[in-house]
């Protein structure tokens, strides 16, 4: 995916699903997941920033778009 | 423009009023009392698990005083944020006067 933190996988569409079959399906790791213990001084987003990204740290910012903004379109492509 | 509760806003007339509770200038005031602590609250729990960062419990410590001087800034202005004896009061007894911070 574009962003480090998408991944998607293609779940298999069987003849006999009753329902449409979901091509792609997308999940977000955030960030935090690969920091067992965050370090001193990270760097920090301002002050004014930090109210609107939801976090002080770029380094665990995880936007988490709605449906439509996903990456790479719509969610089920 | 004329906000929610219909009550026109005057920029001539608001000089000689008592600033409007809810306006414009209330809810901007609010924002940066609203950055700070949010500021405020990520240090302190980034302070829970690392309670030698020298350096963070300076900011903390910086912050925590701007935040006080903001918030008494905020109330002289414009009335109590808290109640329960939190903030002060002017006369008379201002704590229920619409809009409670919430509410805005």
């Given at each position: 995916?574009?962003?480090?933190?998408?991944?998607?996988?293609?779940?298999?569409?069987?003849?006999?699903?009753?329902?449409?079959?979901?091509r792609?399906?997308?999940?977000?790791?955030?960030?935090?997941?690969?920091?067992?213990?965050?370090?001193?001084?990270?760097?920090q987003?301002?002050?004014?920033?930090?109210?609107?990204?939801?976090?002080?740290?770029?380094?665990?910012?995880?936007?988490?778009?709605?449906?439509?903004?996903k990456?790479?379109?719509?969610?089920?492509? | 423009?004329?906000?929610l509760?219909?009550?026109?806003?005057?920029?001539?007339?608001?000089?000689?009023?008592?600033?409007?509770?809810?306006?414009?200038?209330?809810?901007?005031?609010?924002?940066?009392?609203?950055?700070?602590?949010?500021?405020?609250?990520?240090?302190?729990?980034?302070?829970?698990?690392?309670?030698?960062?020298?350096?963070?419990?300076?900011?903390?410590?910086?912050l925590?005083?701007?935040?006080?001087?903001?918030?008494?800034?905020?109330?002289?202005?414009?009335?109590?944020?808290?109640?329960?004896?939190?903030?002060?009061?002017?006369?008379?007894?201002?704590?229920?006067?619409?809009?409670?911070?919430?509410?805005?």
């Amino acid at each position: 995916m574009q962003d480090g933190q998408w991944r998607e996988w293609r779940p298999y569409a069987g003849h006999w699903d009753p329902c449409p079959p979901i091509r792609v399906k997308r999940y977000m790791v955030p960030p935090n997941q690969y920091i067992p213990y965050q370090p001193m001084n990270l760097p920090q987003y301002s002050l004014d920033e930090a109210l609107y990204r939801g976090t002080l740290w770029p380094a665990l910012f995880s936007p988490y778009p709605s449906q439509g903004q996903k990456q790479g379109g719509g969610a089920h492509g | 423009m004329a906000d929610l509760n219909g009550a026109v806003e005057r920029p001539a007339a608001a000089l000689q009023q008592p600033p409007e509770r809810g306006g414009e200038a209330y809810r901007r005031e609010l924002e940066e009392l609203q950055k700070v602590d949010f500021v405020l609250v990520e240090l302190n729990l980034y302070l829970d698990t690392h309670p030698t960062d020298m350096q963070a419990i300076q900011q903390f410590n910086q912050l925590a005083q701007r935040r006080q001087q903001i918030c008494y800034a905020f109330e002289m202005k414009y009335g109590p944020l808290k109640h329960f004896g939190q903030s002060f009061s002017r006369f008379p007894w201002q704590w229920p006067e619409t809009p409670w911070p919430w509410q805005v």
